[in-house]
């Protein structure tokens, strides 16, 4: 028996951050997820969370492990604040507020697409947001991705099936191209499809801005089809260019996160052309958002000498690998932090507040479990193109994370 539904439910299992989800709760437990993917089913659950509070292994009382936690930070010389995932802004910038005011180092799950990052900096962004690319974009390049598997609905939802102004018969009027670079392979759908050898994938770039500029290149035979499409591209009404910008099959190499922004921005000139670059889920995006917003600086800030420094060298892996941290506090969920950073927590001091804390594979001396955002609370979380939505929870979970953080930040004094 359905007790109630929830409309317009925002999913974070990745980076889509599908809004049009409907959730039906039945005895205090998820039932459905209508119109999720099964990523986004799995990520949903039930919607049952732990509910424990620990303090060197054994259960506490929140004020307890508060006065713990407080007790530990504090008392560090070099602290770390990593913003994990499955908390929303408001909680994101509670901890900002905690590493100012610790005099901390901060970084988040953002570090993990800091190629594509970095290489916004150094060159500038050709980016729309999906709204625009499903409306606009008639030539769609998958550059060694193929959606489906990490992000499901980026096709239905954004790029390649819905009607839109260029595409008002949707899948029919748009174009697809797959680039398949070694292994990384594009949609097995795709209209039309040209690979290349991982060795070739920054000049294959190069040579088709030098094409889209008008520059006469040489056309070796290896880089014909790249040419090709070069010229196609120039053809478009409207292209996007979607690339992964999380770890995984394709290379983390600068020199190519750059080439893909250089040839979106050569685009613009015979054309247009936005490069969009794939982003996981949990607000990873929120807590970029939200660093810069506060520091202005996307991830890898160091509070040490009072004010905001951009370490881009010097992020979470690379400061507890170098043993430099003697506390860390996580704000979100442990279980999607980096390999390196979980691997090296297990060495440190630290305090968790987030969903599923207690269940860390580093066993923190202080573990809170929150609920999620998103199915729990409420807020604001940050699409993979940058757009902030409204998060609308199912149901109350035992401890809002937002609560206990802010309370954490209170008892660590103005
Ligand atoms: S595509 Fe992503 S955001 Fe959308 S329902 Fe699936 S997991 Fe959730």
Redesign the pocket.
Known sequence: MIDRTVANVT?L??G???DD?TIVVTQDRIAEARN??A??IA?FGDGTVPAETRVNGRTASLERALTEAARLLTGATRPLVYLAGDVSCETLREGVAIADRLHAAIDSLAATAATAVLAAQRRGRAGATLGEIRQRADLVVFWAVDPSAR???YGSRYAVAPRGVAAPQGRKDRTLIAVDVGEALGPADADGRLAIAPADEVDSLEIMRATVQGRTVGEEARFRAAVELARRMTEARYVAIVTDGEPGTTSADPARAEALVTLSQALNAPTRCALSTLRG?GNRSGADAVLTWQTGFPFAVDFARGYPSYQPQAGAAALLGAGEVDAALVIGAPAALPVPVATALARVRSVVIGPRASAATFQPAVAVDAGVAGIHEGGTAFRMDDVPLPLRPSFEGARAALVTVRALRERLGP
């Open positions: 999913c299992g990745c889509c951050a599908c989800i999720a993917c990523l986004g990520w992000y499901p609905r889920g």
